[in-house]
């Protein structure tokens, strides 16, 4: 079964630190394009950014918004995709969806069933 | 403010159409096919609907179709059921430095 799990979501004060982890199974991780979107309570969806395969470079790829606070990452013997994300702010509390995409139509077609992180004092 | 402009709401009766139009820039849904959409229920993960403009994931209704004219795309929903209630999201590959932009969502309610 085609599937992806997300964890590491919790309560955290402003300024800190939390890595969510994103395991996948049944494809084939190691070309999958990986992408983190997030949704904040009661508001829509936003890219956060985009780990893709490594036929296609590796390369990762943030939204203006978070670049330089977010880092996503892979663990290919583990099949996991991680988010470590610093200097926690409260516009960053949201559910954070982790999702793979093909690589060549930018549409997310798997999606796990998120993580809630919360930011506050 | 969402880079892609949809409805807050639209509504429709049972067995009746809608359609759900969305709105970019020639720097994304006017200048690529990556158009996509998302149905969320809630408390649920979005769920792709129709990719590159209107292509139907396999299992997914043909009572869903997608289109696109200039910077506008929309998602036609024909044929209403009470289960197609739900937020739907249309996405659009970007030359910005974000990659992928969604819209703001719009509710669809089924009278």
């Known amino acids: 079964e085609v599937q992806l799990v997300e964890s590491g979501g919790g309560l955290v004060k402003p300024g800190g630190s939390l890595r969510l982890s994103c395991a996948a199974s049944?494809?084939?991780?190691?070309?999958?394009?990986l992408t983190w979107v997030r949704q904040a309570p009661g508001k829509g969806l936003e890219w956060v950014g985009r780990?893709?395969?490594?036929?296609?470079?590796?390369?990762?790829e943030y939204a203006a918004p978070v670049k330089g606070r977010f880092t996503i990452s892979r663990d290919a013997s583990k099949n996991t995709l991680y988010l470590q994300i610093n200097s926690l702010k409260t516009e960053d509390t949201a559910v954070y969806y982790c999702t793979a995409e093909d690589n060549w139509n930018y549409a997310p077609y798997i999606w796990g069933q998120g993580t809630l992180v919360t930011v506050s004092s | 403010q969402s880079a892609l402009t949809q409805p807050a709401s639209v509504s429709g009766s049972p067995g009746q159409s809608i359609t759900i139009p969305c709105t970019g820039t020639s720097s994304d849904v006017g200048g690529y096919n990556y158009v996509s959409w998302y149905q969320q229920h809630p408390g649920k993960a979005p769920k792709l609907m129709i990719y590159?403009?209107?292509h139907r994931p396999s299992g997914i209704s043909n009572r869903f179709s997608g289109s696109k004219s200039g910077n506008t795309a929309s998602l036609t929903i024909s044929g209403l059921q009470a289960e197609d209630e739900a937020d739907y999201y249309c996405s659009s590959f970007t030359t910005s430095s974000t990659s992928l932009v969604f819209g703001g969502g719009t509710k669809l309610t089924v009278l």
């Open positions: 590159v403009v209107s």
């Open positions: 780990s893709k395969g490594k036929t296609d470079g590796g390369t990762v």
């Open positions: 049944g494809f084939t991780f190691t070309n999958a394009w």
